[in-house]
């Protein structure tokens, strides 16, 4: 447990330096990304620069789904160097606390027509669930792009509901 060392106060009470125990447990984590709708996805750009692009995504069989247009930076970049970071947080969608993950990957860019038929039906759902037909409708354009994100690497979680106030500074709890 956090703090229990006599040595170690509690974090959040004193300062939220040593953030060990803090990481979103898994139910957690899920939770999140069934709530969440929306990602920021870094990258490293085609000019060398590191950025970011906040997309919304589809969770489905342990990967991350998102679509892109041919052309712009982020998925040229990615067709170039297929590793990126997705995060993941709480903002907008009325859970408690501040919650985040942080997950590194590669991308896998399909342009085939099995991979569009099954994919934009599926995210018109989950973001157009008043009329996913319309939606599906604006997204099946010529230059469209469906992005398969497998998680590779490290994934980074924080949860401040595990910190004394909220990690904030307030009441200990």
Wanted: glycine share 10%.
């Amino acid at each position: 447990m956090i703090g229990s060392e006599p040595d170690r106060p509690r974090v959040g009470v004193r300062d939220i330096e040593d953030l060990r125990g803090t990481h979103l447990a898994a139910d957690d984590r899920d939770e999140l990304f069934t709530a969440q709708t929306e990602c920021t996805v870094a990258y490293l750009s085609r000019e060398g620069w590191p950025a970011a692009v906040v997309m919304s995504f589809l969770r489905r069989d342990g990967r991350f789904w998102l679509t892109a247009v041919g052309g712009r930076d982020h998925l040229e970049s990615l067709r170039g160097d297929p590793r990126l970071t997705i995060v993941v947080d709480n903002r907008g969608t009325g859970l408690p606390g501040r919650r985040m993950v942080a997950v590194q990957g590669t991308v896998v860019v399909h342009e085939d027509r099995a991979t569009k038929d099954w994919f934009y039906p599926a995210f018109a759902e989950r973001m157009a669930a008043d009329d996913p037909a319309a939606f599906v409708r604006l997204l099946d354009s010529p230059r469209r792009a469906v992005l398969e994100v497998t998680p590779t690497g490290r994934q980074v979680s924080h949860d401040s509901r595990k910190i004394a106030g909220d990690g904030r500074g307030g009441p200990r709890s």
